[in-house]
Nanobody, 126 residues
Framework: QVQLVESGGGLVQAGESLRLSCAAS????????MGWFRQAPGKEREFVAG????????YFADSVKGRFTISRDNAQNTVYLQMNSLKPEDTAVYYC???????????????????WGQGTQVTVSS
């Protein structure tokens, strides 16, 4: 098990940037595949980005490709989501998640993640 705590959310204007952090406690963080999801009011939780623990391969939703990047610092047990050129439609609660599955397939499937953070609010004004 790993405990996850997100930070870095806030209120920004369209076109600005934010960096979200997710601090993990527990052992063997480097082996976990990590994902970011978001949920806007009245909508289902959706995949944003993921990063493999074994390979470092990254995956992105089409809606954020070219604007968001995901990275991890295994020495600090932290995963980051750098969000650039933010749009009002990016407004949501952002959740960090961890998957202990050996093979990181279907990263957009929330059912493949074992652990979730409490979420951090991101609001983008127009």
């Amino acid at each position: 098990q790993v405990q996850l705590v997100e930070s870095g959310g806030g209120l920004v204007q369209a076109g600005e940037s934010l960096r979200l952090s997710c601090a993990a406690s527990g052992r063997s963080f480097s082996t976990y595949n990590m994902g970011w999801f978001r949920q806007a009011p009245g909508k289902e939780r959706e995949f944003v980005a993921g990063i493999s623990g074994s390979s470092g391969n990254t995956y992105f939703a089409d809606s954020v490709k070219g604007r968001f990047t995901i990275s991890r610092d295994n020495a600090q047990n932290t995963v980051y989501l750098q969000m650039n050129s933010l749009k009002p439609e990016d407004t949501a609660v952002y959740y960090c998640s961890a998957s202990s599955m050996r093979y990181y397939i279907r990263p957009a499937d929330p059912g493949r993640y074992d652990n979730w953070g409490q979420g951090t609010q991101v609001t983008v004004s127009s």
